[in-house]
């Protein structure tokens, strides 16, 4: 086999087990149900952009639902 296809196929796997390393990392971050760490956001509303970033320490003793969705007007 010539080196240049050996190459290809050398990076090609390289690229595709790539994101499969990344999936291992994820899997030790929070289970469901779990206390959720502290964390700091810019936020807005229908409104616009609220100046003072929230904090979910401030809701400390409330019930809170954290909720993730594709980025808004997107194909996501």
Same mark, same amino acid.
């Given at each position: 086999?010539?080196?240049? &296809? ?8 390289? !690229?595709?087990?790539? &994101? ?7 899997? =030790?971050? &929070?289970?469901? =149900? ?9 936020? /807005?509303?229908? !409104? =616009? !952009? $609220?100046?003072?970033? $929230? ?5 400390? =003793? ?7 969705? &594709?980025? /808004?007007?997107?194909?996501?």
């Amino acid at each position: 086999m010539r080196p240049f &296809p050996r190459l290809l196929a050398a990076a090609a796997l390289l !690229a595709l087990a790539a &994101p499969a390393r990344a999936q291992e990392a994820a899997e =030790g971050g &929070p289970k469901v =149900g779990d206390l959720a760490p502290d964390f700091t956001l810019p936020a /807005s509303t229908q !409104a =616009g !952009a $609220i100046t003072r970033p $929230i904090r979910l320490a401030d809701y400390k =003793g409330q019930v809170v639902v954290i909720a993730f969705f &594709p980025k /808004s007007r997107t194909k996501g």
